[in-house]
């Protein structure tokens, strides 16, 4: 069960990424370059999943 | 704990809105014509203002060349790096800066131009912006081919621009005396890099980047001028259509570098 949760985490943090992204490189043309754009797509990831993971209802023991 | 979190994930959320709605809303120019260069790279965009400029952009990994035609005056401002170098030209002046230098010839002062022209070819930005606009190609019959060949004759020193000058003056004769049907440019592109999207296989992590930017790109844009024109529900179509676009484009992006 955990590892489906944790799975679903990952993609929905990767469904996040997927939309943000082409916003980020319409608004902030030197993003475009492949280190910047790189390195921001993976903060992008991070801090999605992080915040998914704090969010996500957990059950009371 | 949990009203912390909440908290955060709130503020994230309105922050996250506000920056999408506002970036949405803040296109007052209507874009009028948008290309890629498949063998540089670079993005060229027209766009027209309500006040009637008009405004080219050519964006290349590094390199970026603006050029603005508004009331008489067309500025180009050519920025690689730190380095920016800005031509201004209208009927009275021309008028150069480039690393902290400012160099304006009028009619009354014609002896500057020479100083002017040194300025440009002096500028490291002028010379790469020149390298740049001379490997770009959208064939030899499109309008962009002719605005970007004399950008590169105006960014190049005084002895190739004067060969350039000839280049580009056989392709307007060319143009003139030999009108004729053929499939344009933009087509051959299209067919050629699909072919090369569909083997999927074969590039480099920076061609898939490359490819992923330039798809990304056509989403944002596009749901930008879909959004323009739209009520509730159409909001919604434009925001259906552009999660489905930029969906695919990253999934692509993971298979043309292997992750998935």
Not at chain 1, 11 to 25: C, I, M, W
Not at chain 2, 37 to 55: F, L, M, Y
Not at chain 2, 84 to 98: G, N, Q
Not at chain 2, 108 to 124: D, F, H, K, T
């Amino acid at each position: 069960m955990g590892a489906l949760i944790l799975l679903v985490q990952i993609v929905v943090s990767l469904v996040v990424t997927a939309l943000s992204l082409p916003a980020l490189l319409g608004t902030v043309p030197a993003l475009r370059d492949q280190p910047a754009g790189l390195l921001v797509m993976g903060v992008v990831l991070a801090v999605t999943f992080v915040g998914i993971r704090l969010v996500w209802p957990r059950r009371k023991t | 704990m949990k009203s912390w979190t909440l908290r955060i994930a709130t503020i994230v959320a309105v922050v996250l809105g506000g920056v999408i709605e506002a970036t949405a809303q803040t296109g007052e120019t209507t874009r009028v014509h948008r290309a890629s260069d498949p063998a540089t790279g670079a993005e060229v965009r027209v766009s027209q203002s309500p006040a009637g400029s008009i405004v080219m952009e050519i964006a290349a990994p590094g390199v970026t060349v603006t050029k603005r035609a508004s009331n008489g005056t067309v500025t180009t401002v050519v920025r690689v790096a730190k380095d920016e170098l800005t031509i201004e030209a209208s009927r009275s002046a021309i008028i150069v800066s480039s690393g902290g230098r400012k160099v304006e010839a009028t009619a009354a002062r014609l002896e500057r131009l020479g100083e002017a022209q040194a300025l440009i070819a002096r500028s490291p930005a002028a010379r790469q912006a020149a390298e740049l606009l001379g490997r770009i190609s959208f064939g030899q019959f499109s309008p962009l081919t002719l605005a970007i060949l004399s950008t590169r004759n105006m960014l190049l020193g005084t002895a190739e621009a004067t060969a350039a000058r000839g280049e580009l003056g056989a392709r307007i004769e060319g143009m003139a005396t030999e009108p004729r049907l053929m499939r344009v440019s933009a087509q051959q592109e299209r067919v050629q890099e699909d072919a090369q999207n569909s083997q999927g296989t074969g590039s480099s992590p920076t061609d898939c980047w490359n490819k992923y930017v330039k798809e990304a790109l056509l989403a944002w844009a596009e749901y930008e001028d879909c959004m323009k024109n739209s009520g509730f529900f159409g909001d919604l179509a434009c925001a259906l259509l552009y999660d489905m676009r930029a969906i695919g484009a990253f999934t692509w992006w993971m298979k043309c570098v292997a992750i998935s």
